[in-house]
């Protein structure tokens, strides 16, 4: 079964250091996709993030870029220079499968706070 | 701004009652999901329409029901509330083949049951 596994329930980071958030997934599927997902305290879900399994290259998007290591599994996400508003919880996501019309499967999360 | 409209933001009823939650998606988008979240824990997919077909049911229970309807809103109903429904209700929208799969969440409906 597809499954996703954030080990961190909380983390800590200093203002202007860099995190790593840590992700990895269970999948059958040759063809799949990742994804992560910002929560502020606010409650919207904020699309940061996407890796393609048969994607050459980490994906990056500012500070943020995905750490994927296809033979473990994994896909962290780090961020770089972190700033107060950073603080969120954090979710990693996959797309099971090719299609990009599936639901997709979510971990539970890992809440960062970033301390001045 | 997603693009996702949701209604209504809060909503506080009591045990027994029944809700309706509504949504509409981005524009353009044809697959529309519901994703529940309860305190702490990860978003749980409840189900999927695609162009006004279910095309994908997860971990809903049968007191709730939703249904996509020709203009492509859709709508969540929770029927017999317990006091475990209370959580944010999440809906989502892609465009559905042919990319990524990203969705497009809305500010989801906070629901409280007393």
């Known amino acids: 079964a597809q499954k996703i596994t954030q080990t961190q329930p909380g983390m800590f980071v200093q203002e202007k250091e860099a995190v790593t958030l840590d992700c990895t997934y269970d999948?059958?599927?040759?063809?799949?996709?990742l994804f992560w997902y910002k929560q502020p305290s606010s409650g919207e879900m904020i699309f940061l993030i996407y890796?393609?399994?048969?994607?050459?290259q980490n994906a990056t998007e500012g500070r943020y870029s995905l750490n994927f290591q296809k033979a473990r599994k994994s896909a962290n996400l780090v961020i770089s220079a972190s700033q107060l508003g950073d603080s969120a919880m954090y979710f990693c996501?996959?797309?099971?499968?090719?299609?990009?019309?599936?639901?997709?499967?979510f971990g539970k999360g890992t809440r960062l706070s970033v301390i001045a | 701004d997603s693009g996702v409209t949701q209604t209504p933001k809060h909503l506080i009823t009591a045990t027994g009652q029944r809700v309706t939650l509504r949504c509409s998606p981005r524009?353009?988008?044809?697959?529309v999901y519901w994703y529940q979240q309860s305190l702490d824990q990860g978003l749980q997919f409840l189900i999927q329409?695609?162009?006004?077909?279910?095309?994908a049911k997860g971990n809903i229970l049968e007191r709730f029901s939703a249904q996509q309807f020709p203009d492509l809103h859709s709508e969540l109903n929770l029927s017999s509330l317990e006091l475990g429904d209370s959580a944010l209700y999440f809906c989502?929208?892609?465009?559905?083949?042919?990319?990524?799969?990203?969705?497009?969440f809305g500010e989801g409906s906070r629901l409280t049951v007393l």
């Open positions: 890796q393609g399994s048969y994607d050459q």
């Open positions: 329409y695609y162009n006004g077909e279910e095309r």
């Open positions: 996501a996959m797309r099971p499968g090719p299609s990009g019309n599936t639901p997709l499967v």
């Open positions: 999948t059958s599927d040759p063809s799949y996709g």
């Open positions: 524009s353009g988008d044809l697959s």
């Open positions: 989502a929208s892609s465009v559905g083949q042919g990319h990524t799969g990203e969705l497009f």
